[in-house]
């Protein structure tokens, strides 16, 4: 079982930055393949961010509605995920999740946090 808490969440003004981190239980934190979603009121959950990393290399994946604004790390040995968001908009209110793919890749994740509200006012 890989247990994922969402933390970081909070009301900021367009423009503004937070950073979302993700902590994660299991001692092959490494070996996964994580991700960040978002659900907004009334819409569908949709894709962010995704990161894999394979002993030495790190590849990244963005929606294209992020992509220069956010940014998606981790830090293995503290078993934490991370996204770095810059330039929040309005229309970034959502609820976030990380969500995890033990088989290392990004097309499975079969665990999920609890999610952490982002509010971006206008």
């Known amino acids: 079982q890989v247990q994922l808490v969402e933390s970081g969440g909070g009301l900021v003004q367009a423009g503004g930055s937070l950073r979302l981190s993700c902590a994660a239980s299991?001692?092959?934190?490494?070996?996964?393949?994580m991700g960040w979603f978002r659900q907004a009121p009334g819409k569908e959950r949709e894709f962010v961010a995704a990161?894999?990393?394979?002993?030495?290399?790190?590849?990244?994946y963005y929606a294209g509605s992020v992509k220069g604004r956010f940014t998606i790390s981790r830090d293995n040995a503290k078993n934490t995920l991370f996204l770095q968001m810059n330039s929040l908009k309005p229309e970034d209110t959502a609820v976030y999740y990380c969500a995890a793919d033990p088989s290392g890749s990004i097309s499975r994740y079969d665990y999920w946090g609890q999610g952490t509200q982002v509010t971006v006012s206008s």
């Open positions: 299991g001692r092959t934190f490494s070996s996964y393949g």
């Open positions: 990161i894999t990393w394979t002993g030495s290399s790190t590849y990244t």
